[in-house]
């Protein structure tokens, strides 16, 4: 949501008064140098129409920054949006809308003013994490992706950041390169390599970006992630997944025994490494109807699944 309105209350004078001026700020959270939306809402008694007055916004030095005409609307005047540019420095700013004085073809209004407060903020850094495995084996390696954008646009080549786990230490620094993440404009990431915890349990860690006093400035950034760490797998389990009536592999599947899960390569095969145990296996895919069993995994083992296409199936999938 935008910034709340600002409005003041007028004195009349001599001169009809208008009763408020209310300025919304549609933009919500203002970065420095950044475009700024406002629309005005003027104010008298009895819903007059004032079509034909002008609003104008002065900055805090007394610029003029835009105008606009006030309209009716059949149930108050209104200004269209108005486009504005915030100051280039963070701060809290107080700039005026004032509505000259003007005249209508019965009435004459004296020129009334009220004030807009602005906070102006530094850009925001934007955090994300990706291609994070869904499961990871107790104390092994494992890679992940973390990148890192700017509410301006612009670049953040090179800047560095953190990776922090779940006990509130930091676990791998980096910074993320020169190349943005095909196809994004904006998008700086790293590569990271990862050691997971040495006991199974699902773990959030997260990753966090310092503010940052360079040209331009920049808030902090934070992007929490969660980590799935499994035990050491005992056996391997093989899934064929075919189509029920041509026997031909479906390739793209998704096989869970959860929490694994892996998808059928060109010849329709998954494999899984997993501890020994009961799972219920599910597979599915975007064009076929989804098939469930269980399986006993007392070591490797294979199965394999008939899927129906995705239309009224006649029985349930066949597996073997």
């Known amino acids: 949501m935008g910034q709340e309105a600002n409005e003041i209350e007028l004195q009349e004078d001599d001169r009809r008064g208008l009763d408020s001026i209310a300025v919304e700020i549609l933009t919500g959270d203002i970065d420095v140098g950044s475009e700024v939306w406002l629309k005005a809402t003027i104010s008298c008694g009895e819903s007059r129409d004032l079509s034909g007055a002008t609003l104008v916004i002065k900055d805090h030095e007394g610029r003029e920054v835009a105008t606009a005409e006030v309209a009716y609307d059949g149930y108050a005047n209104r200004t269209e949006r108005i486009t504005v540019t915030a100051p280039a420095t963070p701060g809290i700013y107080e700039w005026t809308a004032t509505v000259p004085a003007f005249e209508t073809d019965t009435d004459e209004y004296g020129e009334t003013s009220a004030p807009i407060q602005l906070e102006v903020n530094v850009f925001k850094t934007h955090v994300l994490v990706w291609d994070i495995p869904p499961t990871i084996v107790t104390g092994e390696t ?10 301006s646009g612009g670049s953040v080549a090179g800047r560095a950041g953190a990776v922090i786990d779940h006990n509130g230490n930091e676990v791998a620094a980096f910074a993320v390169g020169d190349e943005t993440r095909p196809g994004t404009d904006a998008l700086y990431f790293a590569e990271l390599s990862l050691q997971a915890p040495a006991e199974t349990d699902q773990y959030q860690w997260r990753v966090m970006v310092p503010a940052s006093d360079d040209e331009p400035p920049h808030r902090e950034g934070t992007a929490a992630f969660k980590l799935r760490v499994v035990p050491r797998p005992d056996s391997l389990v093989t ?5 029920r009536e041509n026997e031909t592999p479906i390739k793209g599947c998704t096989v869970v025994m959860h929490p694994y899960r892996a998808q ?12 020994n145990g009961t799972y219920s296996v599910v597979v599915s895919g975007k064009k076929h109807i989804a098939a469930r069993r269980t399986l006993e995994v007392n070591g490797d083992t294979s199965s394999r699944a008939a899927l129906d296409f995705d239309h009224e199936p006649t029985e349930a999938a066949i597996w073997g």
């Open 142 to 151: 494992f890679r992940l992706k973390v990148g890192m954008r700017s509410s």
């Open 239 to 243: 899934i064929e997944v075919v189509d």
């Open 264 to 275: 059928t390569d060109e010849n329709g095969v998954a494999q899984l490494r997993v501890p």
